[in-house]
């Protein structure tokens, strides 16, 4: 049996335009553990996927942080302190594209786990979005950068995420504009596969099927 250390860190956008999704992405939060440890691959051999998970929300210019839940049974403590915390997110009045991109940038700088068979994610859940890049000022272009350097080089930001591209995955459930095309178009360019843009249209179907692909992709060599 081997042991896989999973931390994922959601970045959940609270503004009123996520009201509708709200609901189904606590549940889903709440059932990943199961999603990830009840795979084919894990149960033939035999392994046990120890899961962190880590709530970053924002909305009303405001972002909250929670710390890693270890999240390794459903019926632990861990995991009613999780849902706590997921009840107490309520949807606020609007968000931003920039508070967004605060929140990755908090999600790259967090207390990841550095033992071996490490897995280091990011779900980016939001409908914002920048205008054209050309349209940007200097402000908001610059933290873009910054978060793209800091995912791409953690050194930059000194983070202790993975520079291993195998290690960590950014999946970004957001429109297709910038900046999260920036992110995903700099990731493609280079063949690097650690960031997934997936739009906000099926968000929910598509991050079921996220789930299956992330232990696929971890996992060498396959059954």
């Known amino acids: 049996?081997?042991?896989?250390?999973?931390?994922?860190?959601?970045?959940?956008?609270?503004?009123?335009?996520?009201?509708?999704d709200l609901s189904w992405i606590k549940q889903l939060v709440i059932n990943s553990y199961y999603y990830l440890n009840n795979h084919d691959w894990v149960k033939h051999l035999k392994d046990e996927i120890r899961l962190r998970i880590k709530i970053i929300s924002f909305g009303d210019k405001s972002i909250k942080e929670s710390r890693f839940f270890n999240v390794y049974d459903r019926n632990t403590l861990e995991q009613e302190y999780l849902q706590a915390h997921l009840r107490n997110l309520k949807s606020v009045g609007t968000s931003s594209a920039c508070d967004a991109l605060e929140a990755l940038k908090r999600a790259i700088k967090c207390d990841w786990i550095t033992e071996k068979k490490k897995n280091h994610i990011i779900f980016v859940l939001t409908k914002t979005a920048l205008p054209s890049i050309h349209d940007l000022d200097d402000g908001i272009n610059a933290l873009t950068n910054e978060v793209c350097e800091g995912w791409y080089h953690p050194n930059v930001l000194e983070s202790k995420l993975s520079d291993t591209w195998l290690d960590k995955?950014?999946?970004?459930?957001?429109?297709?504009?910038?900046?999260?095309?920036?992110?995903?178009?700099?990731?493609?360019?280079?063949?690097?596969?650690?960031?997934?843009?997936?739009?906000?249209?099926?968000?929910?179907?598509?991050?079921?099927?996220?789930?299956?692909?992330?232990?696929?992709?971890?996992?060498?060599?396959?059954?």
């Open 1 to 20: 049996m081997t042991i896989r250390n999973f931390d994922i860190v959601y970045c959940i956008d609270l503004g009123s335009r996520m009201s509708d």
């Open 169 to 223: 995955r950014l999946l970004l459930f957001a429109p297709f504009a910038n900046p999260w095309t920036q992110l995903y178009e700099y990731d493609f360019g280079e063949g690097l596969g650690s960031c997934g843009l997936f739009g906000n249209e099926n968000m929910k179907e598509e991050m079921e099927y996220v789930y299956d692909d992330i232990v696929m992709s971890y996992y060498d060599p396959p059954i």
